[in-house]
């Protein structure tokens, strides 16, 4: 009867949280202890009815003596099983030394790369992971008392990306019960038994006494978890949504929000929008404040991850590195000049005046007022305009259109011997009228990328 109802749960579990659907290839992640153990049998009993293929991988982090002992009493459960083994190891200390970080984070690292890796070579879909309701309700309490969001106080998602977990509804209790009535072995890991470290402290000193007062506490702690995460998932989704139409065209590697648009969302659905680009660190609450100190205010912020953040006039700028266009190029008429890393094409011919010299991104000049070669750079110091008005200095220019600071390294300057005749897309000299022939200049997108410097 207990092995039917666990059987039952996790069944429930899968179509509950959409773990699967059927005919999946799935990796059971197996480190030998009894959450893995169990996950294994439990998912061989229902494989049938949801046509898995099951593998196994083991990771051996290497930090006890007992890791290659566990290695091999896996590789012989899954012999004495019929199922196909894969195993890695990795210096989990050397990881934790070169990349700064903690022990745990180091060997989660090599865990979960070891496992994406398999289940790319293996070709499958899922892996199966053995977290446990107790491991949700440790991973809440946990992000409370250290202080967390909402994401946080969710806990241990059933699924993300190809990570299920099918026994998060099922007790530690309930598990070891099946194992040892089942007399099916597992292996122990001591670490865990030892309160020092707070995740252990918290297992075995705090939540046996909130239980003890408050029977049922795990089981509707992690339920909540659960509402939680759905709120969360939804508010993600939202916050997905709105960037995408917050974006402006950008580079490769950097993110453009349309800040004007950005100050008109509720705060806290920023915080989601900020949530959903992805930048690599915890957002956290001292973190969104300074972010949405930057977007109401201006300037800028280094945000973490390599990322900075700057507000101008109309962007919400995310980067790693400053942009400028750091190259000087001459070309003539007949010419057509093309600038990749600007997706943008230049030509110059002389052509009788018509329609055509009128827009934003074409400029004519008196054929007789212009002296070739012509040269394409970046603006300088000191540089200046002639307009109709009167002499302008650039930075001036740029002021008064306000531009933002990052793109006016960006915008392409052309000059003739006599000095600049055009600030592409912003302002062109005046030479005098241009009469029945003249020096026509064009821009274009090269291919049909972003014109992300002016759009």
């Not at 865990?111 to 892996?127: C, E, H, I, S």
């Not at 997905?240 to 659905?269: G, N």
């Not at 000049?365 to 750079?377: A, M, Q, S, Y």
Request: charged content about 30%.
């Amino acid at each position: 009867m207990q092995e039917k109802r666990l059987v039952n749960e996790v069944i429930n579990t899968i179509r509950r949280f959409n773990l699967l659907s059927g005919g999946e290839k799935v990796l059971v992640a197996v480190s030998g202890g009894p959450d893995s153990i169990f996950l294994l049998h439990m998912l061989m009993k229902i494989a049938p009815l949801f046509r898995l293929s099951l593998a196994v991988a083991h990771f051996n982090h290497g930090l006890r003596e007992e890791a290659d002992d566990e290695q091999r009493f896996v590789g012989s459960l899954c012999e004495e099983l019929g199922l196909e083994f894969f195993h890695g190891k990795g210096d989990v200390a050397e990881t934790a030394r070169r990349e700064g970080i903690g022990i745990e984070e180091a060997a989660r690292e090599l865990r979960y790369g070891f496992l994406q890796d398999t289940l790319r070579k293996w070709g499958g879909d899922r892996v199966a992971l053995g977290h446990t309701r107790d491991d949700t309700v440790e991973t809440i309490l946990f992000n409370l008392f250290r202080g967390t969001g909402l994401a946080g106080a969710a806990g241990i998602p059933p699924r993300r990306s190809v990570f299920i977990r099918p026994i998060i509804t099922i007790s530690k209790a309930e598990i070891l019960n099946w194992l040892d009535s089942n007399g099916i072995p597992y292996r122990i890991d001591r670490s865990n038994l030892d309160t020092r470290f707070t995740r252990n402290y918290l297992r075995h000193k705090v939540i046996p006494v909130i239980k003890n007062r408050f029977p049922g506490f795990d089981r509707r702690v992690s339920e909540f978890g659960f509402i939680l995460r759905e709120q969360v998932e939804f508010l993600e989704a939202s916050g997905c949504r709105a960037v995408e139409t917050l974006k402006k065209p950008s580079p490769a590697d950097e993110i453009i929000l349309d800040r004007h648009k950005m100050l008109e969302y509720h705060r806290s659905h920023r915080f989601w929008i900020y949530q959903c680009l992805r930048l690599g660190f915890e957002m956290s609450y001292a973190k969104f404040s300074g972010m949405e100190d930057v977007l109401v205010s201006g300037g800028r912020l280094h945000i973490g991850g390599g990322w900075k953040m700057e507000a101008s006039e109309s962007d919400l700028r995310f980067f790693r590195a400053e942009k400028g266009f750091e190259r000087t190029l001459e070309f003539t008429p007949g010419e057509t000049l093309v600038i990749d890393e600007l997706n943008m094409e230049i030509s110059a011919e002389y052509t009788p005046v018509g329609e055509e010299c009128q827009g934003r991104f074409v400029a004519c000049f008196p054929k007789d007022g212009v002296e070739p070669p012509f040269t394409l750079r970046s603006r300088r110091p000191g540089d200046r305009i002639k307009l109709k008005a009167g002499w302008r200095s650039l930075k001036r220019l740029f002021i008064d259109l306000k531009v933002p600071r990052w793109r006016r390294e960006l915008i392409p300057v052309i000059l003739d011997r006599n000095g600049i005749l055009w600030v592409v897309g912003f302002a062109k000299t005046f030479r005098g009228k241009t009469g029945e022939n003249a020096l026509k200049m064009e821009v274009k997108k090269h291919n049909e990328r972003e014109f992300w410097i002016y759009d």
